[in-house]
């Protein structure tokens, strides 16, 4: 007993003792001729982000400034602790130093403290908001930095305009807001230094690893440190929460680097190792490795994802573009809801117009029988192709339609309820989401053997899907798909609205983060990202050997080369 108590003991003085031990290294200290730049304190109470908060804020220009010249910037969450010239990280001097020397470009630094809402009696005490501002995993923070910060920065100095030349910084809290800003804004920021990062449950973080391995790569360059004796505590355990991050960022394919030392919840191993983390982030870029190869048996975004193949912006200039649909050939049709017309886009790349009448229209499916079946302002209708129009179904409140190789349409409602028309007299409701679940039924599409209806929700939380019987009937309805989580996104729209399957049964649903995708057994795979800013509001596999994924967004249409196939719903199913 004597034995194990002492083996106990001095294993917790050994692993305390490791953890105090890392040291600053020359670059951490003021050196003779080296020239020095300038720090100035400032305060900022005027948040509309995070109202009512006051916080202080520092801003580091670099030697031999010139107010003429545009400079990188990097921004540290909690400032304060990081300017000391006595601290753990003197980040001013280590900027001198590595400046001078060449090994980083001469840059901005903005550091800024987290708020408080102060107290209103005198000598009360008041409240911090750190936690709140830091480990929420939303895009709260990200639109603080750039749109109350920054501004306060730039009226300083002239800041470079590229997302390359930004860079966050954080330790604790601090780091894994840092890294959730660049997340939530690579098109601004994509440098990150992450140390003991608190990527555990605190506030949802626990929740990044996940979504790195099934989120198309992002544009940033990431790095993580921890200690083997950092927290486990009733949030979450650190040190784990930092290896799922790098094992992670690995399998994603991301250009990161990961230090785990023995070290604690403090910012020892950090300061000791900044002026290497500096040199490595500011690097040049180099190539990418690439993701992890989609494993047997587990669909990946890998899978469909082809290295290199990027949006490519096809059609600009409509209103409200809708109702992607292909026909087997390739050619691309589209409708601009917004204004009149349906509109085709050749193998060749050629934009035609189809119908310059057709108003209104959500939803375009071809049938077997080689004509255009639409939805539009409500009703079921049909074009032939010389565009003449024909009524089917009259104030059926339509929205979007898949038709099957015998001819059976099957279409969504404002009523929520998916209907069945089978000709002339032969319509009928085959499910009624008002007593069985589905909120607003949206985007609809069949599985390649066609024994599978997927119904998107857009006001709830997952695709639905059915099994379609012989007569037509629908059957084991379950809500198989879950779209993403947004309970952190505060601005998020609800669901997704359209919905189109690969032959490998892959299901793909756009959304307002982006197209998310599913293997045939509902299965998240990954979330591919957007073309651009806005939801992503109708999709096809289109194009030469349906092997284009057409995207319709803000007003455009879009393309990309995907490693997937589509096909189209009126030849007949594929049964392998």
Known sequence: MRKTILFAACAALTAAFAAEDYKLGPDSEEQAGVPKGTVTEYKFTESKIYPGTVRSYWIYLPPEFNAQTEYPLMVFFDGGGCIGAKGQF???????????????????GLFINPGDVPPVAKGARGRSTRSFEYD???GACAEFVIGEMLPLAAQKAKLSAKPDDHALWGISSGGIAAFNAAWQRPDYFRKVVSFIGSFTNIRGGY???SAIRKTERKPIRVFLQDGSNDLDNVHGNWPLGAQEMAAALKFAGYDYKFTFGDGGHSGKQGGAILPDVLRWLWRPAEPLPKPTAEAAGDMALSGILIPGEEWQMVVEG????TAACTDADGNFYFADSGADGIFKISVDGVTTPFNTTATGVSGLNFGPDGRLYACSKGHL????SNGKEEILARDVKSFDLVVTHRGDVYFTTGLREVMLWQGPDKLRAVDVGVHLGIAFPCGIALSP???????????KSAIWTFRVEANGSLGGKMPIMPYRPKEFDRKAVPGGGCVVCDTRARFYCGTSEGIETFDPNGRPIGLILPPGK???????LSG??????????????YKRKVNAKGFVTYLPPILK
């Open 90 to 108: 003197r980040v001013p001097i280590v900027f001198d130093n590595l400046i001078h020397k060449k090994e980083i470009p001469p840059l901005v």
């Open 136 to 138: 929420t995993p939303d």
């Open 207 to 209: 929740w990044f690893p």
């Open 318 to 321: 409509k209103k409200i573009p």
């Open 381 to 384: 209708l049909v074009y032939a």
């Open 449 to 459: 053997n066609q024994e599978t209806l997927a119904v998107a929700d857009y006001f």
């Open 534 to 540: 806005e939801p992503v509001t109708s999709i096809a």
């Open 544 to 557: 030469p050997e349906l092997s284009w994924l057409f995207a319709l967004s803000g007003g455009k249409v």
